[in-house]
């Protein structure tokens, strides 16, 4: 609360810079990346965490970030003492040596990891996953369809991706709910005991590692049996880099779901006229808005509001701007998903929007190995949600619900919604 109310700006004035980071800001970023794209499109300001870093905003300058190989993603390029640079990653990586994997590293090694992750993580492979992928939706919609009421993040879009990614890699159902329990203290962000991201990270490389060491004596037809297997010219992943790849796509591969499904819904719920024509498309059997509507969401309100740290190798200029070697630099991919240069009418949701070359899974080498699998979910978890449970609505005030903290993820914490009671999937 101000003691005393802002003064009004003259006539003609710009309108004053807006704060970032704060809870209203979390709420709706929009308006004050429209204000950094249009006065400061590559901005440098003072993280939550204390580090210096640009923000880039503009949608043409975005995309030459993401795809110049002079912005590094190995965080030893980071221009700050040792101590600092632990405030740029996940918690806990660098102690659980988990590092070496595609998020953090550059060519070469980057060209040879991803040829050997491509090789397990094939379009087929996805593909054929899509009847389990459909089988988890509707178990997970059983659970509370009878009830009437569910909170659709902790009931649907959060263990939907933990049971698929732990299916895809081959972790035994038995021990999938521990990594629930993990992946849940993961993406709290600060929201759970102070130090229990990190020793869930610990958790899991000690868990992987062992599993790792269980699918080299007998592999099996799985992600991490094909990452064992995979070799490219007699190279193999070592122990660490197969231990770090299955952490990252778990860790990449199931929170930007869980918010491309809670921010997708909430998009459909807040916007009832696109929500009604997507439901009557999927009635006669049409899939093409269906599509085209998970690109838009991925555009509109995106699992992703910042693409992963890159730093100056080299001094360099974007957007006019220049940049210092060892500087931070964060593609906000929010900002530029809404650039009314690059999109008509960006901040209008339109499920049949064509023309729509959004940036919510990145571009360049760094382009999101597992969007084919994000996609998949998506379009299985909200095809599923709105046939089962045609009269979907919010039970909360839009303004009443909270999205979670943290600098790189965009994802509400709860989704409560009611709907008439529905029978179980025979």
Not at 3 to 15: F, I, W
Not at 295 to 319: C, K, M, Q, S, Y
Request: glycine share 8%; hydrophobic share 40%; charged share 25%.
């Amino acid at each position: 609360m101000h003691d005393q109310p802002p003064a009004a700006c003259p006539a003609g004035a710009a309108t004053p810079q807006p704060e970032l980071f704060t809870w209203e800001f979390a709420t709706d970023p929009y308006p004050a990346y429209a204000w950094l794209r249009e006065n400061s499109p590559v901005h440098r300001t003072a993280l939550p965490s204390g580090v210096e870093a640009w923000l880039v905003t503009r949608y043409v300058d975005a995309k030459q970030a993401l795809a110049d190989q002079r912005l590094s993603k190995n965080p030893a390029h980071h221009d700050e003492p040792a101590h600092a640079k632990s405030k740029t990653g996940i918690p806990g990586e660098r102690s659980a040596n988990l590092m070496t994997h595609l998020l953090n590293i550059d060519p070469p090694d980057h060209t040879r990891l991803r040829r050997l992750v491509s090789k397990a993580f094939t379009p087929r492979r996805v593909a054929e996953f899509a009847p389990r992928v459909q089988e988890l939706t509707d178990h997970l919609i059983d659970q509370f369809a009878e009830k009437g009421e569910a909170d659709l993040i902790h009931d649907f879009a959060f263990p939907l991706p933990i049971y698929a990614i732990c299916d895809l890699l081959g972790v035994p159902r038995e021990d999938q709910d521990d990594f629930r329990d993990w992946a849940g203290m993961m993406i709290r962000h600060g929201g759970g005991p102070r130090g229990g991201v990190a020793r869930s990270v610990k958790k899991m490389r000690g868990y992987l590692a062992e599993l790792i060491h269980r699918k080299r004596l007998e592999p099996g037809d799985d992600l991490i049996s094909g990452l064992i297997r995979a070799s490219d010219h007699g190279e193999h992943l070592t122990e660490n880099e197969a231990a770090a790849m299955a952490f990252i796509l778990l860790f990449a591969g199931f929170e930007t779901t869980v918010n491309l499904i809670g921010n997708g819904t909430y998009a459909l719920l807040t916007h009832p006229e696109q929500r009604e024509r997507l439901q009557e498309s999927l009635k006669g059997g049409d899939m093409g808005l269906l599509e085209t509507g998970i690109e838009e969401l991925l555009r509109f309100d995106g699992p992703v509001e910042l693409a992963t740290w890159r730093f100056a190798t080299e001094p360099l200029t974007i957007g006019g701007q220049d940049i210092a070697q060892g500087d931070p630099v964060l593609v906000v991919l929010a900002a530029a998903d809404r650039d009314p240069e690059r999109f008509e009418d960006p901040d209008t949701l339109d499920l049949s929007r064509r023309d729509n070359q959004h940036l919510g899974y990145g571009h360049g080498i760094h382009y999101c190995l597992g969007a084919p699998l994000a996609r998949l979910e998506g379009q299985a978890a909200l095809a599923t949600l709105l046939r089962r449970l045609p009269d979907l609505r919010l039970a909360a005030e839009p303004g009443d619900l909270r999205w979670r903290g943290g600098l790189i993820m965009r994802g509400l914490r709860t989704l409560p919604v009611e709907f008439t009671p529905a029978q179980k999937h025979t």
